[in-house]
Each structure stands twice: as C-alpha cells, then as structure tokens.
C-alpha cells in the first residue's frame, strides 16, 4: 500500500512537471503569435515620434529581433534555472512582481472559498430540512441561478449598493477587511453553485439510504443528522468538486480583482495580458499550473481519508469503491 | 480563462452607466451641492487622492516620462530646467537664465545654485550633462530609450563650472529651450541614471528634484507622493517658489471610467482623470471643477498619405477637407469646452496662425472637387470611378477615447456626398503594430501628439534627416522641402515665424493635414474644495500651487 502510494505520488508529479513545461512553451507560442509586444509598443506611442527605423535598432540591440525558437529556449533555460526574468512592460524582476501580488489573491480566493463553502453547506443543509412551504423547492433553484449569474455583475452590484448607496466600504480602499468580504462574497457565489449542486444531489442520495432512516427513527434532530452523518459521506464528491473550483477562484478573482480595483495576480495578468507581457505571462501560467496540479493531487491523497472503501487499485489512481463512477473521472487535470 | 477577460469591461461600463442614476440623487445631498468657501488665506497641509486609468508600464524615468498617465507623478517629482505654460510661454526654472550663439547651435544655461536631489546629489552642471546626454541617447541595449523629441541634432554638453552648462549641436536648432520644458525632460538624480534599467525602474528608489517624494507605491495600483520640505526651487511663473502645500497625493488607479466619476461625486477622491466629455456639462452643473486644458502639440485630425490612390490626388484631399463639418462634431461629441480648430498645430502654440477660412465647412465645393476628379455617383449614393468605390479606412486612435465616435460622425458627413468610409478600432498594442504613418493600409493616420516647440513640425514633414514623412510625400514636394529647411535651419523666431504661417497655409490647402478639433486629451474633473492647481504646456495638472479647504 505504502509502495503503491508512493510510485502513484512519483507518477503524478513528473505529469505535473510535464504539464508546467507544457503550459509554459504554449504560453510563449500562443504569445508570441500575437502581434506586438510591450517594448515596441512603448516606443510607438505617438508621443514619441520615434522612426519605424529607430525603432528596429533599439530592438534589435535587446535581442528581441532573434528568431523565435532561440527566445523561447534562452526563457526555458532562464526557466528551469529558477529564473523568471524581468517583464517586459515594467523591467522589473518577475518575482518581485508576483511577490507584490500574490498575498492579495490568496486572502480573495481563501475567503472566496469560505463563502462558498458556507454557502454550499447552507444550501445543502435547506435542501434537506427546509419545509416545503417555506420553499425548498425555491432554494433548490439556488445553484442554477448562481451559476448563471456571472461574478463581475455581482460584483457591480455588491460595488454600486454597500460601496456607494450603504457606504458599507470604501470603494477606493479595496484591500480593507470590509472590501474584500464583499469581493469574497461576489467571487464566493458561483463558485458555491457548483459545489452545492453535486452536495445536493449526494445528500438526497445519502438520506435515502437505511442508515439515515434508522438514524432518524432513533429521534436525532435534523442538524445532527446532517452533521454527524450525511455530510461526511457526501461530501466525497464535492472533494473533487471543490479542487477543480481552484481553477474557477484562479479565473474568477481575475474578474472580480479588476470589478474591485484589488491589485492582485488577476490585475497582473490583465496587464500583461493587454501588452503581450511575455515572461510575466509564463510564470504567471506555470503557477497556476503548479497550483491546480498540486491541489488536484491533494485532493486525491485525501480520498482515503475521507472513505475508508478508496483502494489504490493496479493503474495507481484513487478510485472511490462504490462512489458515483464520473465524478472520479473528473478527479483532476492529470488523468491520462 | 482568456474568454472571460473581455466581457466583463463592457457589461460592467453598460451596468454602471445605467447606475447612476440612482447615484447621482444620492450624491447630490452629500459632496455635490455643498458650496465651495471663498479662498482665504492658503491653508497647509491636506491629502488629496487622484483617480487614473493606468499608471503606465515602466518606471524607467526616460521609457515613461511622456506617458500621459505617468507624466503625471513624474511633473510632481522632478523639476525641468525650463517652464512653459499653457499659452508656450518660456520662463526660467532651474535654469535661471541662457544665451544662444546667432546661429543657434551653441546654448549656455546658468543654473539655479543649491538645488539638490532628494537623494542629496546637488543638481549641478555636471548633473545637467548627465541627463542630456540620457535624454539624447538613452542606453539601448539596456532598454533605456532615447527621449522620443529631443532634438536629434545634439552634439555634446559640457560642463563649464558647477552652474554653468555649455550645449552644442550640430545644426541651427531654436527648438533646444523650449524642449527643456517638455515631460519628457525632466532631471533625474545622476545617481539614479547610473544604475542598471532593472534598478530604474524601481519608482521608489528614483531620485528627482521635484516638490513631492514617493513615499509609497504599488505596480498596477497606486503611487504616494508626500512633500518635500525643504523644496524650494519652485518656477517663479507659477507665483510660489518654497515648498507644496499639500501634504500628500495619491494616484490610484481605477480603469472604469463611470467608477472614477462616481468616487469623485461620491466625497472618495478628489480628481477624476479622463471623465466622459459628454458628462462635463452636468458635473459643471452639480458644482464639480471641470478642467479641459489644451497641450501643445498638433491638433486632433488625420495626416493623409499622398502615395495612396485616391489620395495622391489633390482634389480629392482637398474635397476631403471641405466635408468635414467641424462644428458638428464639438457639438456632437464633444462640449463647448473644445475649440474649432485653425490650424494643423493647436492655437497656443506660439507660431499658430488662423486659417479657419481653409477649413470651412463646404460640401458643395467637395462634390464639386469629386466630380472634377470623375468620382461620379453610381447606386446608393456612393462615387465611383474606374470600378472602384471612393473609399476611405479611419483607424480609431486608442490614445484618444473619443475618436471612434469623432470617425462615426465623420463617416456619416463624408457618407452624404459619396465616400464609404470605414472605420477600425484595435486596441494599443495592435494599433502600434498595424497603424502607422504613411503605411500602404493607412490611408489617414488619427494624429495626437504634443510637442512644446513649433520647429517639430520640420520635422514630419518628409522623410530627410530621419524624418517621419507623415503624408508619404518623401522628397517629392518641392515647396514643403524648401519650408522644412528654412524652418529647421531659422536662428529666430522672428525669421521662422513667417516661414511657419505659410507652411500652414499650404498644408492645410494641398489636403495634406485633415484637422477635426484642437485636442484636449486629458480631462479633470475635480472636488470643488481643492483650488489652484496650475496646468503646463502640456496640459498636465501641477498640485504643487493647490491648496484643500477643510470646510
């Protein structure tokens, strides 16, 4: 068991480094496609007045005039020695960039990812034990309506209502503790949708089973019912669900950083997206790659934790014993 | 992902132009009605916030001095060895006075004694060396660039003693004083152009002699300037020479348009940058400070290349700038505040003359002009001759928010006596790909630059001398080869200002230049408590002279 969990980890983590590496040459492909870049765009602002000749020799004495195979193995090596370079657009180190950027999304996606949860667990929570007459039914339809509604509209009405109506925050002041609960909020409600959707579908599933019957025939109250029991077996699915939203807090705080003015990796991106920012746009997709690879690893490690039936069987992948077959397909980026 | 980037822009202007509404009622008991206090006596101290819709890219003082966002921070951080106003008025600054040799290639600048950098450094002779020197060459294989319109005919500076420079050039070039005054030549500590372009474009570590220092800054977010106290080498002409009242100013950037109207509307900020024109005359109304100041430069309009059919007939440039009605488009799309153009270079220029009467509004005349030229009108109105359509491509200019609606409008007036005019918006980096001057798909270039000297105009004219060739006329133009030498070539201004009113008159009749408006490319909206800013020759605003009444 013990050798089986470590070759499956082995296994895992070269496909991760091979999706990295993969990501970053498409990233730099897909680039440098696009026309233009940041330091030819900076010299042909109109303010400027430089020649189109003058403009060819200040690039050709930065090497950007080589072919395009010889930039992109000069950036891998720079790469792999743990060298992001400087950007392009600001001339100033990569890492520092990041660095300056970084804390910011944590404490977005973190919070967006509590509300979810909140959210998600509440919703569960009524789509069991709320009464028909006060609309359950209603609540139901909860998820489907957050899932329609994209965050940055969200996120303008959050703004236009508690920022300028309510004045419950300061619009200009994005970082502060009450901005960020509403950005939270906003980036936190879609999110929430899809893992109260599988939660909802689990939970009916589970309080059909004898065990819930006879839990309830033993008197237990709805809330201890659904904590001590229902929620631990259904919850397995929304595990997995809960990793592939990475991806969804990763793309939804990009918007929701820029509906909030947080200077966040979102805000990074944004800008180097808009100037063809090269280096800043590779390390920025390798760590999102790292990030979703890594938490879809993570979730896979915790399977067994979680259901004691989760047996690594011959071709090393997690599969939960019993468990609904497609949300184990849908485990992670790396299945081959 | 990349997908989702775009929408959220639109929908998000959409939603927060249907917002205010609600906004504005609940403004208008707060910030917006309350009546400014009469000026008393300057009160100290004070922090105002200033909205922005980007802070630029690089720090690197040369590679971001012009930027029209970071030209901002930039004129409240470092000082200029000259000052010129909004009408181009030259008056002395850190340079308290100069000579210049008959012909006008040898300059002398005695500078103001005792000046120092915030890092120090005194802002001596040799310092002044320094930053010419950067400012003419940059330092290219580090990504440092050249100051785009300093004059390429610099030779060499030299420092005499500690407050006398000695500038020489290779050819006659009147333009070098007024020069010192544009954004981009601002003087930065020699300590801080040493360094390599990484370390440069550390904005906090950056060095100038200016009345504010950066406190703090983040990339992509906001700049801190606090004042500095000991400053006091302020330009006499701006009536204050010791240090800022203010204690502070914040330039935070928020890219929704409607977002930085609302802070300012709502008592969050102080300055709103670049509002929509259309919303000005109700600001004004609600009590806000609207300032439209012009730069120095050429005016909003089209440079036109001859070498592309049907251009390279005169006729038809000239039947181009008769059916331009210019009062139209200040009345559609902009406000009172914008003016009617009268030239190719803006009215406060010194140097501009008025030639309104060659860009009047005659629609008659153009299809008269078409016909002549057998454009002939063929179904739905349009001209066509030799089987091809009498068409005309525009190129929105991203740098000026307003020109995709300036390009409709014209459209429409060129439509009604047989032009198809198409219209193409790309975004900033695609325009500098694809859109250039005289390029065989651009038949009209959207000009807006500014310049401080009306020389410059030498030299777009042809491509001598390295020059941009705006209307594709390389040497073929005789008379336009004579008016750019004699004009690059003038020792005075009393020798080039003739010179300069008939190269006017001739641009404008040859159809060569198709000017729309006098350009206001940075517009204020602004907390009626706060009084006294002063704007340059370029149209940016100086908080340095401003004051914040607590009531």
Request: proline content about 6%; charged content about 20%; aromatic content about 8%.
């Amino acid at each position: 068991m013990r050798n089986a969990y470590r070759a499956y980890a082995a296994k895992r983590l070269v496909q991760a480094v091979v999706v990295i590496l993969l990501a970053y040459v498409l990233t730099f492909v897909v680039v440098s496609i696009l026309p233009g870049d940041p330091i030819t765009s900076v010299l042909r602002d109109p303010q400027n007045g430089f020649t189109e000749a003058e403009i060819q020799e200040i690039v050709a004495a930065q090497g950007l005039d080589k072919p395009i195979p010889v930039q992109l193995w000069t950036s891998l090596c720079h790469f792999l020695t743990g060298d992001l370079g400087l950007s392009m657009r600001s001339s100033r180190p990569v890492a520092t960039l990041i660095a300056e950027v970084l804390p910011s999304t944590l404490v977005l996606a973190s919070a967006g990812l509590a509300v979810a949860l909140l959210l998600a667990a509440a919703l569960g929570y009524g789509s069991q034990f709320l009464p028909k007459r006060f609309g359950q039914g209603f609540l139901r339809g909860f998820p489907a309506l957050f899932l329609s509604v994209p965050n940055f509209v969200i996120g303008l009405v959050l703004i236009h209502l508690f920022g300028f109506q309510f004045g419950f925050f300061r619009v200009l002041d994005p970082d502060s503790v009450r901005a960020t609960f509403f950005a939270a909020i906003a980036l936190g409600i879609p999110v929430s949708a899809q893992i109260a959707e599988v939660l909802i579908a689990n939970l009916d599933h589970e309080s059909r089973q004898e065990y819930a019957a006879v839990a309830r025939g033993r008197g237990l109250g709805p809330t201890r019912l659904f904590v001590r029991h229902l929620l631990k077996p259904s919850s397995l699915p929304v595990v997995t669900v809960i990793a592939l939203t990475i991806g969804e807090l990763l793309g939804g705080s990009l918007i929701t950083e820029t509906v909030f003015g947080r200077t966040g990796i979102g805000s990074l991106v944004q800008r180097s997206a808009t100037s063809h920012d090269l280096p800043v746009l590779q390390a920025v997709v390798s760590l999102a790659a790292v990030v979703f690879v890594l938490v879809n690893l993570i979730a896979d490690l915790v399977y067994p934790l979680l259901d004691p039936r989760v047996k690594l069987i011959g071709d090393h992948r997690p599969r939960p014993a019993g468990a609904d077959e497609s949300a184990a397909d849908t485990s992670g980026a790396v299945t081959p | 992902m990349t997908e989702r980037l775009s929408p959220p822009s639109l929908s998000r202007r959409h939603l927060l132009i249907a917002t205010p509404a609600a906004a504005t009622a609940a403004l208008a008991t707060t910030a917006g009605l309350r009546p400014a206090r009469g000026a008393g006596s300057p009160n100290d101290g004070g922090d105002i916030t200033f909205l922005i819709d980007s802070l630029g890219g690089t720090w690197i003082p040369n590679n971001s001095a012009i930027s029209s966002f970071q030209g901002h921070i930039w004129g409240h951080v470092t000082d200029k060895l000259i000052y010129v106003d909004a009408d181009g008025k030259i008056s002395p600054w850190i340079a308290e006075r100069w000579e210049q040799n008959d012909t006008a290639t040898a300059f002398t600048l005695h500078l103001k004694q005792g000046v120092t950098f915030s890092d120090g450094t005194p802002l001596d002779a040799p310092a002044v060396v320094a930053n010419l020197d950067i400012w003419y060459a940059g330092r290219r294989n580090e990504g440092i660039n050249p100051i785009g319109l300093f004059p390429k005919t610099y030779d060499h500076a030299e420092a005499v003693d500690a407050a006398t420079v000695k500038v020489f050039f290779k050819v006659p070039t009147l333009g070098f004083i007024p020069t010192l005054g544009y954004h981009g030549s601002i003087l930065i500590s020699p300590k801080t152009i040493a360094r390599p372009a990484a370390r440069q474009a550390n904005l906090g570590k950056t060095s100038g002699s200016g009345p504010y220092l950066v406190d703090s800054w983040k990339e992509g977010d906001f700049v801190r300037l606090v004042r500095r106290k000991d400053y006091n080498w302020g330009p006499p002409a701006v009536g204050h020479t010791g240090p800022a009242f203010l204690d502070s100013i914040t330039y935070k950037l928020v890219a929704e348009q409607s977002l930085r109207v609302s802070a300012v509307q709502s008592g969050q900020a102080d300055i709103g940058y670049s509002p929509p024109p259309l919303e000005l005359q109700s600001l004004k109304e609600a009590g806000f400070t609207v300032a439209t100041p012009r730069y120095l430069g050429f005016v909003n309009g089209w440079a036109i290349n001859t070498k592309l059919a049907p251009f390279d007939d005169v006729r038809v440039r000239q039947a181009l700038q008769a059916a331009i009605n210019r009062q139209e488009i200040i009345d559609t799309v902009y406000t009172p505040d914008w003016k009617l153009a009268e030239s190719f270079i803006q009215s406060n220029v010194p140097g501009a003359t008025d030639h309104r009467e060659l860009l009047a509004y005659d629609p008659a005349r153009a299809e008269k002009l078409l016909d002549a030229a057998g454009w002939t009108k063929g179904a739905g109105g349009i001209r066509w001759k030799d089987g091809k359509p009498l068409s005309l491509t525009l190129h929105a200019n991203p740098y000026l928010a307003t020109s995709k609606a300036v390009g409709e409008l014209s459209a429409q007036q060129l439509g009604r006596i047989g032009w198809k005019v198409a219209i193409r918006a790309y975004d900033v980096v695609t325009f500098g790909e694809k859109v250039r001057f005289n390029s065989p798909t651009v038949p009209a270039y959207e000009v807006t630059r500014s310049f401080i000297d009306a020389g410059t105009v030498a030299s777009i004219l042809t491509d001598a001398n390295n020059g941009e060739d705006w209307f594709g006329l390389g040497e073929s133009d005789p008379k336009i080869n004579e008016l750019r030498d004699r004009i690059a070539g003038a020792g005075s201004a009393r020798v080039r200002d003739p010179l300069l009113d008939e190269l006017q008159k001739y641009v404008l009749e040859q159809g060569y230049f198709i000017p729309l408006t006098q350009i206001v490319q940075r517009i204020y909206v602004q907390n009626p408590k706060l009084k006294g800013e002063v704007y340059n020759g370029i149209a940016y605003a100086s908080y340095y002279t401003a004051t914040k009444s607590t009531a």
